[in-house]
C-alpha cells in the first residue's frame, strides 16, 4: 500500500507559552510548511495544503530519496536561513526559483516509519527516531527541542529577534488539524500605525519612521521604526512626506525629527505585547 499525504497537525496562538512541565517548546520558523514522503527510494513534497511541490524542492526530496529507510513521512518547514543562522522568509521566493541550494528542511516530526504508523506514539518517542533518520547536514536541519522555563527561552528568542517559539505537549499523539497539544507564540507582530515624522536612529544614523497610533483621545506616539524599504519605495515615501511637513510636535524630544500631518499608514513588523514599539521595522506604505 502506498502512502498518501496526511493533513498537517496545526498549532493554535496564544500570548504566552504554557507555563506548566511536560510541554517541549521549539523555535518557530518561517517558512512554508511541507510533508516529505519517501517511499522506494522515490521521495515527493507537499504543502500543507496537500499541493505537489516536488519540482520546487528538487534539492529536498533528491536528498529525502537518501535517506536509510524503506518509507516515511516526516513533517517539517522548508526555509532558507540568513547569515546568523535564522529563518529568512523574505529571501525564500526569491530562493526557490534562482538558489534552490540554500533550501533547507528543518524537520519536527515523524508520522510513518519503515510501514508502521507513528501518529498514535507520543511526540518524544516520534522526535526520538526522527532524530536517528535525519542527517545532521544540509540540507536537513533538526528541530532542536527546549525543556524548562518557557517565558526565558520566549525572551531568549524575542531578543534574538526570531519569529517566535512553538510549544508542544511532550506525550501528545499526532492529529491532523488545529490542537491545543500544539501551541505557537509569536515574538513578532505586524500592525499599522500613522507617521508622524522622520529621524535618524542615533547610534546607526538609519532612518527612523516615528509613529503613532489612534484613540479616543486623538494620537498617541507609539515609538519608532526602522525604514528597511527598497531604494525605490524609500524615495517614494520621502517624495510623500516632503509634501505633508508640518510643525514640530513640542511633547516628542526628537531634535532633527521632520514631522508630517498624520496622512499615511505604515505596515510595521514589530515586537509583540510590549507597550511601545520594539524591534520595529517598516515593510511598506499604505
Excluded at 506525550?171 to 499599522?192: A, D, M, N, V
Excluded at 515615501?237 to 508640518?246: H, I, P, S, T
Excluded at 520594539?278 to 511598506?284: E, K
Aim: aromatic letters at 8%; one cysteine or more.
Amino acid at each position: 500500500m502506498s502512502l498518501e499525504f496526511i493533513k498537517p497537525q496545526l498549532a493554535t496562538s496564544v500570548d504566552h507559552p504554557p507555563p506548566r512541565a511536560g510541554w517541549i517548546h521549539e523555535v518557530k520558523h518561517d517558512g512554508y510548511r511541507t510533508l516529505l514522503i519517501l517511499e522506494r527510494r522515490k521521495a515527493s513534497a507537499d504543502t500543507r495544503n496537500g499541493f505537489d511541490w516536488s519540482e520546487s524542492y528538487l534539492s529536498i526530496t533528491k536528498a529525502t530519496a537518501k535517506l536509510e529507510c524503506r518509507s516515511a513521512i516526516i513533517d517539517g518547514e522548508i526555509i532558507v536561513q540568513d547569515q546568523r543562522g535564522v529563518s529568512d522568509f523574505e529571501s525564500l521566493k526569491s530562493a526557490i526559483r534562482w538558489q534552490p541550494h540554500r533550501l533547507v528542511f528543518c524537520a519536527f516530526d515523524l508520522l510513518h516509519l519503515n510501514g508502521k504508523d507513528l501518529r498514535d506514539l507520543p511526540l518524544l518517542e516520534r522526535r526520538a527516531k526522527l532524530r536517528k533518520l535525519i542527517p545532521s547536514e544540509h540540507p536537513f536541519l533538526f528541530s532542536e527541542e527546549f525543556v524548562g522555563d518557557a517565558a526565558a527561552f520566549f525572551r531568549a528568542c524575542a531578543d534574538h529577534q526570531l519569529e517566535g517559539i512553538v510549544s508542544k505537549l511532550a506525550s501528545s499523539k499526532y492529529r491532523s488539524g488545529r490542537s491545543k497539544t500544539w501551541l505557537k507564540t509569536k515574538c513578532f507582530t505586524e500592525s499599522s500605525f500613522v507617521i508622524i515624522g522622520t529621524a535618524r536612529d542615533r547610534k546607526t544614523k538609519a532612518p527612523l519612521a516615528l509613529l503613532a497610533q489612534t484613540n479616543a483621545d486623538g494620537l498617541r506616539y507609539a515609538g519608532s521604526a526602522f525604514i528597511v524599504l527598497s531604494g525605490k519605495d524609500r524615495a517614494e515615501l520621502a517624495v510623500r512626506l516632503k509634501k505633508l511637513e508640518r510643525c514640530p510636535i513640542p511633547k516628542l524630544r526628537f531634535p532633527d525629527a521632520q514631522w508630517v500631518k498624520p496622512l499615511l499608514t505604515a505596515r510595521v513588523r514589530h515586537l509583540s505585547g510590549t507597550g511601545y514599539l520594539r524591534h520595529a521595522t517598516v515593510r511598506g506604505i499604505a
